[in-house]
């Protein structure tokens, strides 16, 4: 008998029930990065012809052993393979896709796949912005996107910030980017007025959970659709909508507690009488004094028994500014529905005792689809913030400006409790006293109807507005320094800006054979009125009753209204051969009520290439080089924001009265212009995009020459045609450089890192000026043909004369000493005078970028931003009139750094003069290089460390469980001797005061615990 047969054949059935028995049942979960579950994933058991597919639930059921790897893979998502191992429950995260070549970005009036564009754009999508947890919507972008730079003008809440996009092109009119959210033009600048100038921040009303992805147009092939606002770029902003799944409802929330990052060293009293005791010795030995004789400078006390000890700076700020965000928010969508609703609270305390920031909004984007042929929708959202404002720099009312120059030998309250009057403003007083209250109610909708006419035809118009209503109160108490000698003065402002805008378009896309058409026209007009109404009171009966119909006098009020419009049609016609050649031409004609006559109307065309060079025959796709575009741009953009509704007219001012009885008068401030037109940007650019390592690895390089003509600039005219000033169209800016970004993914598996870095160089030339002359810009700038944009413009600090022989004969005879110090004589005339300034720097950064590291393992995750920016400069005001650096010529104080390395005696000091009082003191604290500063950094921007709970952990209710801890403004590099290099005074007025920090308070070092909740 033969037994080999059946002995085989037990032995693979015992084999195959041991295999068997190592076979477990794996289940779980798929959902994408942000919680939504994902039907139809498909999974496989690699080596196998096995797998499945998730149900409507995100769930799966497969058999597999431990040493099996199971794949997970769907449209648009990331695959993920991952090995079984000991586990029967395994749940999956996919990523969206990152590859350049299939993301889609948000373009003028419509989208279009990255691969196939040919202008200049930067995105930013929702998961990234995540990684920053803050209101500020402007913050969230800072060193993001190549050429974009986004600056702090302050570290309160709800302030202003610069954003300028591939430098500063105008003087007069607006440089800042246009906003449009869905759709809607935005303002980019605040209505409120009552308020010594600052301004607050509009995009603070727009909530950053909310949005789905920002998308930059930088050059003119991008942004010349937008015509003539889109000198500076365009921003578009895409809210979130309703993702297909059953409803999926999230809870967001964090707070925070932050401080400030380093202190700036003040004298203590006894060292501050020192250097004060010392200052006048030195003038009375300068002035051969004795006491007695007639000016003779006594001490002013002694340094033993100081009359206090008070840190003004502890006195006004907080321990700790505290701040908050609670965010619920709901999505559902279906094949014919879509429903996205939130509301959302965010709370920030100010590091100035009491001043805070509060905003409550809530958005509603809802779309249907009403027929096979028909959607329609609308997306909306509503905010109201309240800002309890502080004066701030540059301000002599101002707590933290009074705090940084204030005596620390004066007490803030006297014996009986009132508050002792500094020889400054007494800070303590500054923000208790005073009340400024500013409240924004905004509210922005857009509805839409898109109809497909036939196959390719469509028909898209749309409805929109916007609406805000700023509301100030300010109340000053007689207990204030400025309400004291009026028993108290009051005021209520009150402005309404509202926006409303139509546009229809008409899309054919076609494709014919290897060429794919891409066309759309488009008309569109909006209309925006501006309406102010305000009223001012003095003599209150007491600091309790701070509102007007308290006051006993009424002692101004106004009323005012004003309006523009704008009219436009445009055209853009994209064409795709054979994924090789692209082409887009677009138009734009622009009607402005701003400009009259002929100059009504302004044309704006520009057009752009690409050239696929990895889709030809010739180009071997290879694992190093896996894609590879060549683009160019050219056309022309325009700029009207900036200037007065009706700036080309002759104006006429009512309200002036004749002994009582009205009258109208001729508007002294400015005479009409009639010739008057847009500022024109002429921009060109170049770009090379290309994938390495089977797009592991995507790089875009740019180069720009942008140059803008016709500067709407404010030219003064003689007093004697009873007009100060006309505007008129005189001059050129040229703004160039060089733009790159890198993302890289550099391990994909389990572990995954992924990099973004950008880098930008920036050149700005001013080209011409009206008869070729130059005007100041800020305290320390200057405007001149062939210079740089607003260039510090001083006289250049050479050191300290350290005895008599080195001082010249002509300065010896005005007073000079050794201990002074010693300028550059340009003139080499003797004198040191406003004859001997020069250019010595820029306030705008030659370089500028960010770094931004993403790593995440299982359910650990980490991100790591860093900011940089280098080769501009920082004029520290703060050091020469607000006593930190003036050493003794007035009362206010020092910092330890100059008391410390002040000049006493021959070699004690190369770089500090010595204290003196009077007019030397004044020589030597003159507006110099002494005072500017390298305002160069590299920051730690934000780091986040973040844990993800899987899913099985808890109940079928909770989907998803994220907990976070978050630091911004980790540690800066930088050697600036104020607070913060970045935080700019002055860029809230203007790109010609910037780079001048006038006691700004800094940003804040802010520390945060966070979680987000899936249902």
Known sequence: MNFKKPLITSMCLFITTIVMAQSNKITGKVTDETGVILPGVSISLIGTNRGTLTNTNGMYSIEASPQDSLSFSFVGMEKKIIKVGASSR???????????????????????????????????????????????????????????????????????????IRGAGSVNASNAPLVVIDGVPVSSVSDASMYNGQELNPLMDINPLDIASVDVL?????????????????????????????????????????????????????????????????????????????GFQQPIGDPGDPLAETDWIDEITRSSANSMNHQITYSKGTDKNSLYLSANYVSQEGIVKTNSYDRYSARLNVSNKARNWLDIGFNSSFSKSENNRIMGDNNIYGPWSSAMGNRPDEPVYNEDGSYYLTSRSNPVQCYKEPVYRSSIYSVLGNGYMRATIIDGLVLNTSLGGNYIHTKEHVYKSALSLQGASTNGSGGADNNTRSDVITETTLSYDKTLG?????????????????????????????????????????????????????????????????????????????????????????????????????????????????????????????????????????????????????????????????????????????????????????????YYDNVTDNLLITKSTPSTLGYTSVYDNVGSIRNSGIELAINSKNFTEDFRWETEFNIATLKNEVLELYNDEGFPAGFAGRVEEGQPFASFYMIKALGVYQNETEIPESLKASGVKPGDMKYEDLTEDGIINQDDRQFVGVPYPKVFGGLDNTLSYKGFDVNLFCEYSFGNKIYAMWRQGNGAGNLGYSLNTSSLKAFNERWTDEGSSTTTPRAIIGPQGTYNTQVSTRFLESASYFRFKTLTVGYTIPDHVFTSVINKLRVYATVQNLY???????????????????????????????????FMLGASVTF
């Open 90 to 164: 395994i749940d999956v995260v996919l990523s969206v896709q990152t590859n350049m070549l299939q993301e889609i970005v948000t373009v003028a009036y419509g989208t279009q796949r990255k691969r196939d564009i040919t202008a200049s754009v930067a995105s930013v999508k929702s998961d990234r912005m995540q990684d920053v947890p803050t209101a500020d919507l402007s913050r969230v972008l800072q060193g993001k996107l190549a050429g974009v730079r986004i600056a702090s003008s302050s570290g309160m809440p709800g302030m202003a910030n610069s954003i300028l």
């Open 218 to 294: 930088k050059d003119a092939s991008a942004a010349a659709l937008y015509g003539s606002r889109a000198s500076n770029g365009v921003i578009l902003i895409t809210t979130k909508s309703g993702k297909r799944s059953g409803g999926k409802l999230e809870y967001n929330t964090y707070y925070g507690w932050s401080n400030i990052p380093n202190r700036i060293d003040f004298v203590n009293a006894s060292q501050y009488l020192t250097l004060q005791n010392e200052a006048r010795a030195n003038y009375n030995n300068d002035k051969g004094l004795s006491e007695g004789d007639p």
């Open 514 to 702: 290897g060429l794919n058409l891409d066309v759309l026209a488009g008309y569109g007009f909006q209309n925006s009125t501006v309406e102010r109404a305000y009223v001012m009171g003095e003599n209150f009966p007491s600091p309790s009753l701070g509102y007007l119909n308290s006051a006993a006098r009424i002692t101004n009020g106004s009323t005012s209204w004003t309006q523009n419009a704008l009219e436009s049609y445009f055209g853009r016609a994209n064409l795709n051969y054979s994924d090789r050649y692209l082409l887009s031409v677009s138009f734009r004609r622009d009607g402005s009520s701003k400009f009259s006559g002929d100059n009504k109307w302004g044309y704006f065309p520009a057009g752009s290439v690409g050239w696929v060079i990895s889709n030809e025959r010739f180009f071997s796709v290879t694992d190093l080089v896996s894609f590879l575009k060549l683009r160019v741009s050219y056309g022309l953009t325009g700029n009207q924001e900036g200037i007065g509704n009706f700036a080309s007219k002759v104006l006429i001012s009512s309200g002036s009265d004749y002994n009582e009885a009205p009258g109208l008068s001729p508007q002294r401030s400015s005479v009409g212009n009639p010739d008057l037109t847009w500022e024109k940007s002429k921009q060109f650019n170049a770009g090379l995009d290309f994938n390495l390592f089977s797009d592991r690895i995507e790089i875009f390089m740019e």
């Open 972 to 1006: 800066s590099i930088n050697n600036y001797t104020g607070y913060d290099p970045e935080v700019n005074s002055f860029n809230r007025g203007g790109v010609r005061n910037s780079g001048h920090d006038i006691a700004a308070i800094p940003q804040l070092r802010t």
